[in-house]
């Protein structure tokens, strides 16, 4: 079964930190990069960070960088968030997503439910 | 702030052709990289619906379409249906931002 679960949302106090996990099954984890996106209350979809397949390269939004760090353990094909200084305009739902098996931009093909975190 | 513009919304009666269009520029479009378009229904998390400017993933109906025009590109649904309310969005790389961009995204209402 292809899917993507992301757990450790929840309510938190603004300059807590946070750690989002993300299990993926029958994705081929260990071969394509993955994503974080999160959609705040109402609005649009924002991308947050990246990984490559091999975690050797990430990338993140100015929004984030230097507060929140992705990371993978392709042992247990599971992508983490870790989310440090958190601020009220970080509160969303966070997705996790599949991207593309090269390391050149692409599209996010399978996405996770979400998981709901709010700072508050 | 988004990148990539489309407009708020856009409806049509059941069976009508609807169209959303998404505006780029010269570091994304432009630069040679590709729109792709997500469907987002109610409550739900997004799912892919036309990547690499016009290319269909299985089980996506041929209802759905795409293209794309140097700095702009357009999803086309077909025969809209009930089950096709949701909201609609582009995206893309930047090249200039360096990282991947959405659109400000379209609510799709069937009359």
């Known amino acids: 079964q292809v899917q993507l679960v992301e757990s450790g949302g929840g309510v938190v106090q603004p300059g807590r930190s946070l750690r989002l996990a993300c299990a993926a099954s029958g994705v081929s984890f260990r071969t394509y990069g993955m994503h974080w996106v999160r959609q705040a209350p109402g609005t649009g979809l924002e991308w947050v960070a990246g990984?490559?397949?091999?975690?050797?390269?990430?990338d993140y939004a100015d929004s984030v960088k230097g507060r929140f760090t992705i990371s993978r353990d392709n042992s247990i094909e599971t992508l983490y968030l870790q989310m440090n200084s958190l601020r009220v305009d970080d509160t969303a739902v966070y997705f996790c997503?599949?991207?593309?098996?090269?390391?050149?931009?692409?599209?996010?093909?399978?996405w996770g439910q979400g998981t709901a975190v709010t700072v508050s | 702030q988004s990148v990539l513009t489309q407009p708020p919304s856009v409806s049509g009666a059941p069976g009508q052709r609807v169209t959303i269009s998404c505006t780029g520029s010269t570091s994304n479009f432009g630069a040679g990289y590709d729109v792709h378009w997500y469907q987002q229904l109610p409550g739900t998390a997004p799912r892919i619906l036309i990547y690499?400017?016009?290319r269909r993933p299985s089980g996506v109906p041929d209802r759905f379409s795409g293209s794309r025009s140097f700095t702009s590109a357009s999803l086309a649904i077909t025969g809209l249906q009930a089950e096709d309310e949701g909201d609609y969005y582009c995206q893309s790389y930047d090249t200039s931002l360096r990282r991947f961009v959405f659109g400000t995204g379209t609510r799709v209402t069937v009359l």
């Open positions: 990984i490559w397949f091999d975690g050797t390269h990430e």
């Open positions: 997503a599949r991207g593309n098996v090269l390391v050149t931009p692409d599209h996010f093909d399978i």
């Open positions: 690499g400017d016009k």
